[in-house]
T-cell receptor, first 113, second 116 residues
């Protein structure tokens, strides 16, 4: 069965600091990879996704992620965080379009002024 | 974009009562709906998969008689937590995959259930 590991439970950064959130998955076949953000009391929102092609994926709000197949990783990055980036971030993987996503445990990001 | 509307967003109920959670696909037909549960500080875990017009498929360890899923139409799937107990308190989220072979997934806003 697939599994997704997010190594950081809670990350605290100052505004303008750079961010990298780790995500590793266990499935060895073709995968679709996602990063979602969940602001307090709101829907899960898709930040970015990878299906194929360029392993460096750019998403909304200045986020990007790099798929490294050899490391089974899909780390999320942002060069300069803002206070408004405070939220919970979830990495997810699935192996086809009609199968459910498998989520990591999430990483809470707190950005302080 | 496609929207999945989930209601209620939060509910408090007494132990032993039942609670129904609805998920509606607003501008597309959801032949499949995934139901997830998220306990505090844990990941979203798949509970069951519902398909329109057929019985739901439950993940191991999820009681099908306790978590009743109905997917009677292409735009509505419901999850009923029967005889709720405090340990059922959790965050429940539905999700529908995109139709037409797309790889997107659309989520409801989630339901925070507290059983007292």
């Amino acid at each position: 069965a697939q599994s997704v590991s997010q190594h950081n439970h809670h990350v605290i950064l100052s505004e303008a600091a750079s961010l990298e959130l780790g995500c590793n998955y266990s499935y060895g076949g073709t995968v679709n990879l996602f990063w979602y953000v969940q602001y307090p009391g709101q829907h899960l929102q898709l930040l970015l996704k990878y299906f194929s092609g360029d392993p460096l994926v750019k998403g909304i709000k200045g986020f990007e992620a790099e798929f490294i197949k050899s490391k089974f990783s899909f780390n999320l990055r942002k060069p300069s965080v803002q206070w408004s980036d405070t939220a919970e971030y979830f990495c997810a993987v699935r192996n086809s379009g009609n199968t459910p996503l498998v989520f990591g445990k999430g990483t809470r990001l707190s950005v302080i002024a | 974009g496609a929207v999945v509307s989930q209601h209620p967003s939060w509910v408090i109920c007494k132990s032993g009562t039942s609670v129904k959670i609805e998920c509606r696909s607003l501008d597309f037909q959801a032949t499949t709906m995934f139901w997830y549960r998220q306990f505090p500080k844990q990941s979203l875990m798949l509970m069951a998969t519902s398909n329109e017009g057929s019985k739901a498929t439950y993940e191991q360890g999820v009681e099908k008689d306790k978590f009743l899923i109905n997917h009677a139409s292409l735009t509505l799937s419901t999850l009923t937590v029967t005889s709720a107990h405090p340990e059922d308190s959790s965050f429940y989220i539905c999700s529908a995959p995109a139709t037409g072979g797309g790889t997107e997934a659309f989520f409801g806003q989630g339901t925070r259930l507290t059983v007292v």
